[in-house]
């Protein structure tokens, strides 16, 4: 059975050193190196982890060699392009919506984030989905580490 490909944002590696979201975002990092699901980035979250504290850029560094790395190219930003002209978000969340252009583009199985505000929200996946299907891609599931994370079980 093909793995769980999961693209991961920024804000999952920092709530890793974050008391209200270590738990689960550590939970997930577990099964990134167990390998129960494939770890999926991009040159946007890798420049946005150049900026963060260092214990988020060493975590990242450790688990960036298993990885999938996406790039940003011109279907991409097309994707990116139709999202502002729908005003899924604003300009100045421009990087928000490039990472799920790269994940709908690249067919990832899940997007998981703690953006509560921009991504891991009802009503942005829905106006991002409508975009996605508008154009020909697939619906992209979006959820919290919490949704995501095995914790070890097999259930």
């Known amino acids: 059975m093909k793995q769980l490909r999961v693209y991961v944002d920024t804000s999952v590696f920092g709530g890793c050193f974050d008391d209200e979201f270590a ?9 990134f190196r167990a390998d129960r699901c494939d ?28 990885a999938r790395n996406l790039h940003v190219t ?30 709908t583009v690249a067919e990832v199985d899940v997007v998981v984030s703690w953006n509560f505000r921009h991504i891991v929200r009802l009503d942005k996946i829905r106006l991002f989905n409508g975009v996605n299907l508008e154009l020909g891609y697939r619906s992209l ?13 097999e259930d």
């Open 23 to 31: 738990e689960w975002s550590n939970a997930l990092m577990d099964d």
């Open 39 to 66: 770890l999926v980035v991009s040159d946007v979250t890798a420049a946005e982890v150049a900026a963060a504290p260092e214990p988020v850029r060493d975590l990242f560094s450790e688990l960036i060699e298993g």
């Open 74 to 103: 011109s279907e991409v930003l097309d994707l990116l392009g139709a999202y502002e002209s729908h005003n899924v978000l604003g300009p100045r969340f421009r990087s928000d919506m490039l990472h799920i252009a790269l994940a």
């Open 141 to 153: 599931s979006i959820y919290s580490p919490r949704e995501v994370a095995s914790h070890g079980t």
